[in-house]
């Protein structure tokens, strides 16, 4: 029976793993849990490929509980049930550990299932997911696990275990493996820190080998074929969409050109320029702002084009787009400001308008006082004459506050005088 590559050479000792030492190094916090033997209920949280499954059957295998594995994919409240009636029974004397992959795609009713016996203590839960647990995993399963996040694995570690996968698969053919220089580096960098991918890629290079002067050849072009495009961790629907939007934002609102043109350039390369834009036209107000207000129009013209062009033009007007907010001026003093004011309306802080200002444009408007001392402020020098404009409850509020930079310092020099000359 076919058993893919990957699972042949699975690691059966911590010592094996490659990458996760914030956590299984010596002396690392799961390292100590998993040699004491007491193993708690635990979350394991991270992208696919980086060692979640491979730990969790070690744990397994140094405990003396029966394991069971399901995916949560394919298994309901049934599968939970049989595994729930070898409770107490010679087939699980000592309790049962449970391996529930990819959590996430479990319902409530479904992760309740299984809170009685954890809280008991029958069932020791070890589930695994490439979601945010605090998103997807219900309160009651989160407030009785310890969630250990697990990292993309480093270019350099992914090369001993790519070392080591040619090194095995070899013993499965008559003739020995040539590998071309730079094809275990590239499989290591290619593969996006998913050791499972890497593996993978290293098999099918082997089965597609050719023969050459009595050896297998295992070509760099070839392993560029198999690798390509899988570098790139994105899901539009996943963490991994947010996580590289919010990079994105703080890398522009930063003025870090370099990290801004890395994350659109991750964005474009998974076909979603259009988060982009919107996430671009965004910092425009929020970041930029006042600062250099010519911005959103610039940035909003770059978007209109990229929309027009489409991919694989769309990405130079959308770097223009980044490059100008990156390097521009920044202020927030238009989103303080607002904030500060929605702030105000949420609390109910609003208040009557005052009559002078509401609407006179109907008949008997006068009779009701409305609009009859409003003063037209084109009537007066420099278009500005003082009156009362907020409720009577927030006439002291003061929201807008002027950024530190050249645009918006002119602009309050400007009123000073015209106020100034006012009070003349």
Known sequence: MYQPLADRIRPTELDDIVGQQHLIAPGGILRRIVESGNIPNMIFYGPSGVGKTTLAQIIAGKTSRKLYRLNATTAGVGDIKDIVSELDTL?????ILLYLDEIQYFNKKQQQSLLEFIESGKITLIASTTENPYFYVYNAILSRSTVFEFRPIEAEDIQ??????FRLAAEGYDAPLDIEEGVIGHIA???????RKSINAVELLCSSAVERDGKLFVSLEDAKAVTQKSSNRYDRDGDAHYDVLSAFHKSLRGSDVNASLHYLARLISGGDFT????????VASEDVGLAYPQAVSIVKACCDAALQLGLPEAQLPLAQACVLLATAPKSNSVSAA??????????GKSGDIPSHLKDAHYGGAAKLGRGLTYKFPHDYPGNYVEQQYLPDGLRAASYYHE???KAEQQAKLYWHKIKKCYHQ
């Open 338 to 347: 607002m904030s500060a004011a929605m702030a105000d309306v949420s609390a």
């Open 189 to 195: 960098l290619a593969c996006g820190g998913d050791v």
């Open 91 to 95: 087939m699980a004397p000592n309790g």
């Open 403 to 405: 950024g530190m930079n």
């Open 275 to 282: 988060s982009a834009a919107r996430r671009m036209l965004c």
């Open 160 to 165: 001993k275990a790519v070392a080591r996968a």
